[in-house]
Nanobody, 113 residues
Framework: QVQLVESGGGLVQPGGSLRLSCAAS????????MAWHRQAPGKQREFVAS???????NYRDSVKGRFTISRDNAKNTLYLQMNNLKPEDTAVYYC???????WGQGTQVTVSS
């Protein structure tokens, strides 16, 4: 059974940092593409960042220069380093992988003073 478990969310002040992790079980991520998405209250889920099996990365414009996606295939884990956080980054963050397509359960990130 494929399972993705996110962790690392929390409450942080504007300008602060968090590192999200997504640990996988039941699947080896080394050959998979992976991504982070987020969903703010009352809004649709949106793409944040992705990384291919070859470590090619892509980001939505609003997080470029602030967020860094990375992967550790030995630990079967995906990461999202988030710096200079803004209130508009507040959302539930989900990790995603394929194949096969799987979502994690999400972790809450709240940026507020």
């Amino acid at each position: 059974q494929v399972q993705l478990v996110e962790s690392g969310g929390g409450l942080v002040q504007p300008g602060g940092s968090l590192r999200l992790s997504c640990a996988a079980s039941g699947i080896s991520l080394s050959g998979n593409g992976m991504a982070w998405h987020r969903q703010a209250p009352g809004k649709q889920r949106e793409f944040v960042a992705s990384i291919t099996s070859g470590a090619i990365t892509n980001y939505r414009d609003s997080v470029k220069g602030r967020f860094t996606i990375s992967r550790d295939n030995a630990k079967n884990t995906l990461y999202l380093q988030m710096n200079n956080l803004k209130p508009e980054d507040t959302a539930v963050y989900y990790c995603f992988t394929l194949p096969p397509p799987r979502w994690g359960q999400g972790t809450q990130v709240t940026v507020s003073s």
